[in-house]
């Protein structure tokens, strides 16, 4: 289903990469858990091939982003060019095809799989790229105008290895360049090459007779997992970890889990109740109704005070964020003064959250 609705947690030692924990969790927690086809939607950084063929094999599917500036040339030429494209809109063009590939299995051994890959760009991809991309780029502006007025930090460095020019560079001597010298070895085609890609991304799917929006749409919604991971790292607590015994975090994941699950059920049945137009979604704070950190918040307002001669009152019903989960709930609260059976019986009838 695509409610966003978490089904497993797995812990891994810090120091595993992220592409060998796919396997391991789909082996633990998906393989045999008897589901409906799935597909998997995924970053490059998880995913490989062989991790990939271990999805297939199952009868499964995948969606994943693959880096163009780390494709080969005959792709690049083929993502960039203007032929093909389909615009939905000045600010969205796409465009597919099917390659066949050699790839190896989780054996070593060679499968040939056939892929579609799905080419699209964006305008406010672009501006967030050339956005969180502007200091460097100016940066880089300003060396090469100028080598002598700057002293290159070791940060600054790294940065640059992919501009440098292999062509000039003397690995074997390691001869220190002077910063005067540094301007010759800017690769001016690699940044514009670099400049070029902002805005673009590519997918490969096993998909091959989805549909390219169909895809790209399922791609976005990689998002809602990440935002899960926000709210368990974020709101939730979930790291850093205070317990060191393997059964006290599994312990601890699982609660965080639990709450992410409730907070993941109150953002639906907003969302399903209409109570929040569509148009307003982005105001209140996030395209799934609200924000877990604002949810949580709001739970947290929840409360009953106690008044004289053993009356209650209900506190903060007029909370906005409060106001809205309730009303997504259909729960009625009158204005007026409680008696504890009164409470009791408020408890038992609320609805269940399914």
Known sequence: YDNGIPIAVESFPGNTLDHLTLKSALSKNIDNAKLSRFILIADRGVCNYPNILHVTAGGNGYIMSKSLLKSNAEEKAWAYSEDGFIYESDKLIYKSRVVRRKVKNENGKIDEIAEKVVVYWSENFAKRSMKENKSFLEFLDKLMKSPQNFRVTATQAKSLRRFIDKKILNKKTGEVVNSSELVAMIDKNKINAYKQSFG????????????????????????????????????????????????????????????????RLIQNRIVKSGVVPSAERKEVGWTMGLSGERIQRALNKWQVDLLPYDYYKFMNINDPDLKLILDAFNIKIPPKFYRRAELRQFKTNLKNFM
Do not use: W
Not at 207 to 229: A, C, P, R, V
């Open 200 to 263: 673009y991304y590519q997918l490969v799917t096993s998909e091959l007779i989805m549909d390219d929006k169909e895809i790209i749409d399922k791609y976005h919604g990689l998002s809602q997992i990440e935002n899960q991971f926000r709210i368990m790292k974020g709101d939730l607590n979930t790291r850093p970890l205070y317990v060191r015994n393997p059964e006290h975090i599994k312990a601890h994941l699982l609660i965080c889990m639990i709450a992410l699950t409730v907070i």
